[in-house]
Each structure stands twice: as C-alpha cells, then as structure tokens.
C-alpha cells in the first residue's frame, strides 16, 4: 500500500505561524510520526509540502501511478483552487482531505473548501493527529490495515 501525504501553502511553517490556533508541533514532526504509523501498516509513504499551487498538482499526477491513497493538508488552497481540485478529479484511489482545525468553525473565508467535494473522508479539528487519523481512514478504505491491529481499529463497529 503507497500513501502520498500532500501539504498545501504555509504548512512550512507549521509550530511558528499562529500556535494558539495550528499548534506548536512542526511538519518536521508530522512527517516523522506519519513514517512511523506508515512502517506500523505496513504502507509506503511519500510526504511533500509546498507553496506552489503547481507543484502539488503535479504530485497528484504523480500519484496516479505511485500511490494507492492521498492523504491532503491543502491549506489555503481549500477554498480556491480549481487546478488541485481538477488533479484529484482525475485520482482513482481515496482522498482522505486533512485540516488541523474546525473549519467549519472559523471564519466565513476558511469554511468552505471545495477540495470536500472529490474526498472521500474530511478529518477537521483533530490536530495534528488528523494525519494519523488521515491515514488510517485511507489504508481502511483500501482494505488494507494489517491484520494484527484489534479488531475496533481494523474493523470499526460491525
């Protein structure tokens, strides 16, 4: 199983820009933790950020071939860019789409991402540990958690 985790605008400076909303926890922090829930799946992961609309769509096609799920921290690109929405359009697998907080608790400008509209699962509120949650929620969908996780993990209600 192949999982890319794509970060949108700004996430570079995650645990420096506005802690008391994002947090104090670093990409840098993210990415590691992400490897080592990947490695306890047993998944293949690919972890990018960047500031350039363009960038992450070519990520996205990228993943059309190298990757089983996405796992997306757009970021400011959420709420305007139609060229990543378009990329995930044309992504066959899961897109599992992450937020650190409650979107739909903030202002009118960060309420409503269109990137929701091609997801599959939207993880907002839970931190930074809606990455693990994003992941998860992915290798799930594929059907692939191993099976020496318990049963609620794996599974969920029956």
Known sequence: MRIMVLNG????????????MYGTTTLAAVEASCREF?????????FHQSNHEGEVVEWIHAARSDADAIVINPAGFSFHSIPV?????????????????NIHARDELHRHS??????????CGAGTYGYILGMQAAAHMLGKLPASLPAPLRLGPQ
């Open 9 to 20: 605008a700004n996430m570079n400076l995650l645990g420096v820009r506005e802690p008391h």
């Open 38 to 46: 990947a490695q306890l799946i047993g998944a293949t992961l690919a």
């Open 85 to 101: 929405l378009d990329a995930l359009k044309a992504f066959a697998g899961p897109v599992v789409e992450v937020h650190i907080t």
């Open 114 to 123: 269109i990137i929701s509209t091609v997801s599959k699962c939207v993880i």
